[in-house]
């Protein structure tokens, strides 16, 4: 009797266990040594990324950023089709992307969200590059285009390469910062970890125009906006008067040849250049050829933080550009901004304020160097 009893005592708790699966395989699963609430050994989960969801929670809170509601994971993939990010919710309008190499918070914005869908398997390609799968092509809707993958490098190659850090590991230097800030242990106790004693912040002292045109690629629609807050605050001549709105500054600079609707780089974008289309002569000569703009200059550095925050400072917008290009590729796939903020938190990351040229003013991207490429990519600004 005691053995049949057991039996089936073991049997009603197998079916039980069955039927819950059953019912939802999506939010049960088996765990050991896990803190969050389970029956019968089995663990029930509000959110299959809640401990990045905390983590960026507490960064934002610790960071001067306020309280947020962040929801709706979704898991991003690379170009090589391997897990690479988590793009969560924030609030009713922003959003939030978490790198799964190194749990870098590579990007947010609380007033705009990447034009895609949830059921969509995104592929995420660096700053403001989502698209969605389609097999051996990513399409992207803001630009509507589709691209094959084989021309594509993977932003993450070099993180893959060369970074590897855990959640746990971040999580702990975030409540070491927390401890050292409330006087709760010294700097000195974490040897050479370092943090910011204060968060620096800069802007500049207008904003820029969130213009967005599927039909200029991001080269031509920065230089556009570089432009047109030029001719805002600085001078009305760094424009024609009938060529300053959106699409019409970008026709003009294009159809006179001072740029090309092409793929370029900050060098090129500067000093001009020759491709498919033809040769080009850059903003730098645009600004020579225009008598009234001639004691400006268009100039073109590497990219360093330390000069964006200087230019910041004197009220001088940046044009900058991350990039994927390696070699043996046919194109290169990166994205050009206009930079108008600088963010510098409690963790000592360096951030940045951009307008994403796709109708957005306030996106914060990652400044860390690793994410942006030597020479001919880099920064221009006008000077």
């Known amino acids: ?41 089995i663990l029930f989960k509000e959110d299959e990324y809640s ?14 950023q306020g309280e947020h509601n962040i929801y709706n994971p979704r898991l991003m993939y690379s170009v090589s089709d391997d897990p ?23 990007e947010y914005c609380f007033d705009s969200k990447p034009l895609i869908y949830n059921d969509d398997r995104i592929i995420y390609n660096g700053f403001v590059s989502f698209y969605f799968d389609k097999g051996n092509e990513v399409y992207d809707l803001k630009e509507e285009r589709a691209i094959d993958k084989k021309c594509l490098s993977d932003f993450f190659r070099k993180m893959k390469m060369e970074q590897s850090k855990t959640l746990q590991e971040k999580s702990k230097e975030l409540s070491d910062i927390k401890d050292i800030l409330s006087g709760e242990a010294e700097a000195n106790d974490y040897g050479s970890m370092q943090i910011n004693r204060s968060i620096e912040y800069g802007c500049l002292s207008y904003p820029l125009q969130t213009w967005s045109d599927s039909y ?8 556009a906006i570089l432009l047109r807050y030029c001719y805002d605050h600085f001078s009305p001549v760094f424009l024609p008067y009938y060529n300053t709105s959106n699409h019409s500054a970008q026709g003009y600079l294009c159809q006179n040849g001072f740029l090309t609707n092409t793929r370029n780089n900050s060098s090129s974008v ?76 409690y963790d000592g990351v360096p951030r940045l304020y951009v307008n994403d040229t796709f109708g957005s003013n306030n996106v914060v991207i990652n400044g860390s160097s690793i994410y942006y490429s030597s020479y001919p990519y880099g920064m221009w600004y006008i000077h």
């Open 84 to 106: 690479a990010a988590i793009l969560f919710d924030v609030d009713d309008k922003g959003y939030v992307v978490i790198c799964l190499y190194n749990y870098d918070i590579m």
């Open 270 to 345: 500067v000093y001009g250049g020759a491709n498919y289309v033809g040769v080009f002569w850059g903003i730098d000569y645009y600004l020579s050829s225009h008598m009234n703009v001639s004691t400006y200059s268009a100039v073109y550095e590497e990219y360093s933080y330390a000069t964006i925050k200087d230019l910041i400072n004197n009220g001088i917008p940046v044009v900058t550009e991350s990039t994927n290009n390696f070699p043996g590729l046919e194109q290169d796939e990166g994205h050009a901004y206009v930079v108008h903020g600088y963010l510098i938190g």
């Open 216 to 223: 200029y690629m991001c080269h031509v629609d920065s230089a």
């Open 51 to 64: 401990n990045e969801r905390e983590y960026l929670k507490e960064w934002f809170l610790l960071n001067g």
């Open 1 to 41: 009797m005691f053995k049949k009893k057991s039996y089936k005592r073991i049997i009603s708790v197998v079916l039980a266990g069955v039927l819950l699966l059953s019912v939802n395989p999506k939010s049960v699963y088996f765990v050991l040594g896990n803190s969050n609430t389970e029956k019968n050994g």
